[in-house]
């Protein structure tokens, strides 16, 4: 089956400083690679999402990119806020609506 | 996005008691929705998909008889745990597939279930 795996595990950096997370996946099947914040307490929130028939895909101050070759996925944030502090997680699924495979998880602290 | 509510929010039983949770989609129909269960600082591990009208897909390991799913309608999903351990307690969230929005899931607000 699918695994997912997901670095780092934490993530300090200062205000306005960019943040990069990385997954890499093993399923070659897989199109489908969302990512989701988490804050304590709360429901995953859908932040942005990219299908495999596009390389990169960008929401303001997030980007995702996609390697399907190498088989890894990237989440940027740029001019981080301090709101952005959060659990973020990767996932990775064979299609959109099919159950997701999720990373351990990414603890992004900014600090001001 | 689309809305996905769970209740109750919080719950504490005790041991060898059955629970029952329930998942909603208010603003749209959903097929399919999944099961989570989240330990603390950990990440979300699919338990199983909830099909309407049919039987739910357990992931290996989870034991369908004491998780069990129903999916009787296209915007409920209840999953009950039956007796009840403390092992048992954790946060179980479960998410919901809007088709018409590209198929995305949209996650509840989980529960948090305590055995005592």
């Known amino acids: 089956g699918e695994n997912v795996e997901q670095h780092p595990s934490t993530l300090s950096v200062q205000e306005g400083d960019s943040a990069v997370i990385k997954c890499t996946y093993s399923?070659?099947?897989?199109?489908?690679f969302p990512w989701y914040k988490q804050e304590l307490g709360k429901r995953p929130q859908l932040i942005i999402d990219?299908?495999?028939?596009?390389g990169e895909k960008k929401d303001q101050r997030i980007a995702v990119t996609l390697n399907k070759t190498a088989k890894h996925f990237s989440l940027h944030i740029t001019e981080t806020q301090p709101e952005d502090s959060a659990v973020y997680f990767c996932?990775?699924?064979?299609?959109?609506?099919?159950?997701?495979?999720f990373g351990k998880g990414t603890t992004l602290s900014v600090s001001s | 996005g689309a809305v996905v509510s769970q209740h109750p929010s919080r719950v504490i039983c005790k041991s060898g008691t059955s629970v029952k949770i329930e998942c909603r989609s208010l603003?749209?129909?959903?097929?399919?929705m999944f099961w989570y269960r989240q330990f603390p600082k950990k990440s979300l591990m699919l338990m199983a998909t909830?099909?309407?009208?049919?039987?739910?897909?357990?992931e290996q390991g989870v034991e369908k008889d004491k998780f069990l799913i129903n999916h009787a309608s296209l915007t409920l999903s209840t999953l009950t745990v039956t007796s009840a351990h403390p092992e048992d307690s954790s946060f179980y969230i479960c998410?919901?597939?809007?088709?018409?929005?590209?198929?995305?899931?949209?996650f509840g607000p989980g529960t948090r279930l305590t055995v005592l």
């Open positions: 998410s919901a597939r809007d088709s018409s929005r590209a198929d995305t899931q949209y």
């Open positions: 399923d070659s099947a897989s199109n489908y």
């Open positions: 990219i299908r495999s028939n596009v």
């Open positions: 996932a990775a699924s064979t299609q959109a609506g099919t159950a997701l495979i």
């Open positions: 603003d749209f129909q959903a097929t399919t």
């Open positions: 909830s099909n309407e009208g049919s039987k739910a897909t357990y």
